[in-house]
């Protein structure tokens, strides 16, 4: 039998060799949240702000979930789990793990190191197998409502959100403060590795970024802000079209972009913004 195709999701870095990087890079330190970073100039002369200051990292929060579960409850979702056939397997809790891209297994292995006798633990095998592809095979017909389970165990909410910020949220910020880009542009990033995953295929964040950086340069290597992040969020719509599950670039186009638009680079409430022909609002 072929081996189907997975989007890029697949590539992301596993979990215990990035813990081993982190660990060689003690400044860095396990969670952006929780540092203090000096900001970067823009090239306006401005300091970029940071997205891991908590009320901007609950607007991020909200964003993401808006386009990931049409609500504004991010915190509602640790139980989350579907199939929502893009050949991923099963999409789950607060940030779309994946059954089928490694990160929900990276999951529930940090989940059962931490509480070896938790209801998702026997699980691991089947997850192991399926990783790469879309497949359900050990994990039906209970794997759905033992999720469920897990997600009302506080130290499952507290894996969900370490994975989350390991993988995505942290990778984005500090790459967003490199750049210079206050924190809209790392919202930008943020969302981009939330989908995309930042692996070596065309559509990662990495190379979404690199077909930016062709037609403007970040503020921190002399470039004007707007002006990178149209040329980030082209490269992002042109990322999403290449996929048929991502092909309604709403979560850009009438989202990121109208704040842009707006010039709000700090993501100054109050928000209004449309994903998937919804409207939300924080106030």
């Not at 999720?147 to 990778?171: L, S």
């Amino acid at each position: 039998m072929e081996t189907p195709h997975i989007p890029p999701r697949t590539t992301l870095t596993s979990r215990r060799t990035l813990l081993a990087f982190i660990g060689a890079a003690a400044v860095a330190g396990p969670l952006i949240a929780t540092q203090t970073a000096t900001a970067t100039p823009t090239s306006s002369g401005t300091a970029a702000g940071g997205l891991d200051d908590p009320a901007k990292k609950e607007i991020a929060m909200q964003i993401v979930c808006s386009a990931e579960n049409s609500s504004l409850d991010w915190k509602k979702q640790y139980g989350y789990i579907e199939d929502i056939d893009d050949d991923r397997g099963y999409t789950a809790g607060i940030i779309g793990f994946c059954s089928g891209t490694g990160d929900m297994l990276d999951l529930v292995e940090l989940y059962t190191e931490r509480k070896p006798n938790n209801v998702l633990a026997k699980y691991l095998p089947a997850l192991r197998e399926v990783d790469g592809t879309p497949s359900h095979e050990g994990l039906d017909p209970t794997y759905t409502k033992d999720w469920a389970k897990a997600a009302k165990d506080p130290d499952f909410q507290k894996a969900q959100n370490d994975e989350r910020d390991r993988v995505y949220f942290n990778p984005a910020v500090k790459q967003g403060k490199t750049d210079g880009i206050g924190v809209l542009g790392q919202f930008a990033y943020y969302d981009a590795i939330v989908m995309h995953g930042d692996g070596g295929d065309s559509t990662s964040f990495s190379n979404i970024r690199k077909r930016a950086l062709r037609s403007a340069k970040t503020p921190a290597q002399g470039g004007d802000e707007v002006k990178y992040l149209n040329a980030f969020l082209d490269a992002r719509v042109w990322a999403m079209k290449q996929e048929e599950a991502h092909e309604d670039t709403s979560r850009v186009d009438t989202a990121q972009r109208v704040f842009l638009k707006k010039g709000n680079l700090n993501l100054n409430t109050p928000l209004d913004w449309k994903v998937y022909g919804e409207s939300f609002h924080i106030g």
